[in-house]
């Protein structure tokens, strides 16, 4: 079946139009933070594995960090406890550690590796543990209201440090890695870590290209839920004095401004339930969502 002439107009603009940011991006390595219905919905998780086996076709490098939230509360429910959050993070204690570490680092990340290889890639699945290479400590919440007290909330943890090495290593090989947010202590012990502050952290030690992170909204909003589509790290810091980003947005927003301020090219919040929206995003002119410069 032949294409109609302004359908085969329109293709030929879109593939044109990919070839500057395919020439552009080349050797480039792509930190991507997948989440939200991205992961859960079953033909946005096969887009989703197309597109990673595109761009690491197309010549760049894609290293994708995952969450897996909603697949750790239904296993929570299953052994009869309840997810609970504070300021963003969830609480962990020693139990909810080995369901968030049975999830995040087998069943979500063996599904993400098997899918990406299903469709023509090479996907190796890690956490932080596997050589060490994201080491942590426990993170400490500030109680808002006493500003001296600190609130023990697990086996959460927060970053001492990422060793790029391994990483480095797969990608010379053609390999995509797919990265559980599973630290390591200085005693062997397991962290669980926000997936948005792993994803910023190891972009800026791979001096990446490009940040992206998968959402369920269409990027930063203003308070009318208007789509902020371009901010500078100034602006976003604005938006966050006055409330504008608020809860669970908070973490994301910070590993993006973080990771831009210290030397990441851009960041990119796009709504995961666009359908191939990584490949709009990067391939596009216009894009999806919201993109995030120092300046």
């Avoid at 990406?116 to 400590?137: E, M, P, Y």
């Avoid at 269409?218 to 004095?241: F, K, M, Q, S």
Wanted: with cysteine.
């Amino acid at each position: 079946m032949s294409l109609s002439p302004s359908s085969a107009k329109d293709k030929a603009k879109v593939l044109g139009e990919a070839l500057p940011y395919i020439r552009r991006f080349h050797g480039k390595t792509i930190v991507i933070k997948y989440g939200g219905n991205a992961m859960i919905e079953e033909h946005l998780k096969q887009g989703f594995a197309r597109d990673a086996v595109l761009l690491k076709l197309v010549g760049m490098n894609p290293v994708i960090v995952h969450g897996g939230g909603p697949q750790i509360n239904d296993m929570l429910k299953r052994v009869g406890k309840q997810g609970e959050f504070l300021q963003g993070m969830r609480v962990t204690d020693a139990e909810t550690m080995d369901v968030v570490e049975m999830v995040l680092g087998g069943l979500v990340n063996k599904e993400i590796v098997n899918l990406i290889n299903q469709h023509g890639g090479l996907a190796v699945g890690l956490t932080g543990k596997d050589g060490a290479f994201i080491r942590a400590k426990k993170m400490l919440m500030q109680d808002k209201e006493q500003a001296e007290r600190w609130i023990d909330i697990g086996h959460v943890g927060e970053i001492e440090s990422i060793d790029p090495a391994l990483i480095t290593l797969l990608e010379t090989r053609d390999f995509i890695p797919v990265i559980a947010p599973i630290g390591v202590g200085p005693h062997g012990e397991s962290y669980n870590i926000n997936a948005d502050l792993v994803a910023g952290e190891l972009a800026r030690v791979l001096n990446a290209e490009k940040l992206i992170l998968l959402t369920n909204t269409p990027g930063v909003l203003d308070r009318n839920g208007n789509l902020l589509t371009g901010l500078t790290a100034a602006r976003v810091d604005e938006l966050i004095a006055d409330g504008t980003i608020s809860g669970g947005m908070i973490p994301k927003i910070g590993s993006a401004l973080d990771a831009v301020k210290r030397g990441v090219k851009s960041c990119h919040i796009i709504d995961g339930r666009v359908e191939h929206g990584l490949l709009l995003e990067v391939f596009t002119d216009e894009g999806v969502g919201t993109l995030i410069k120092a300046n």
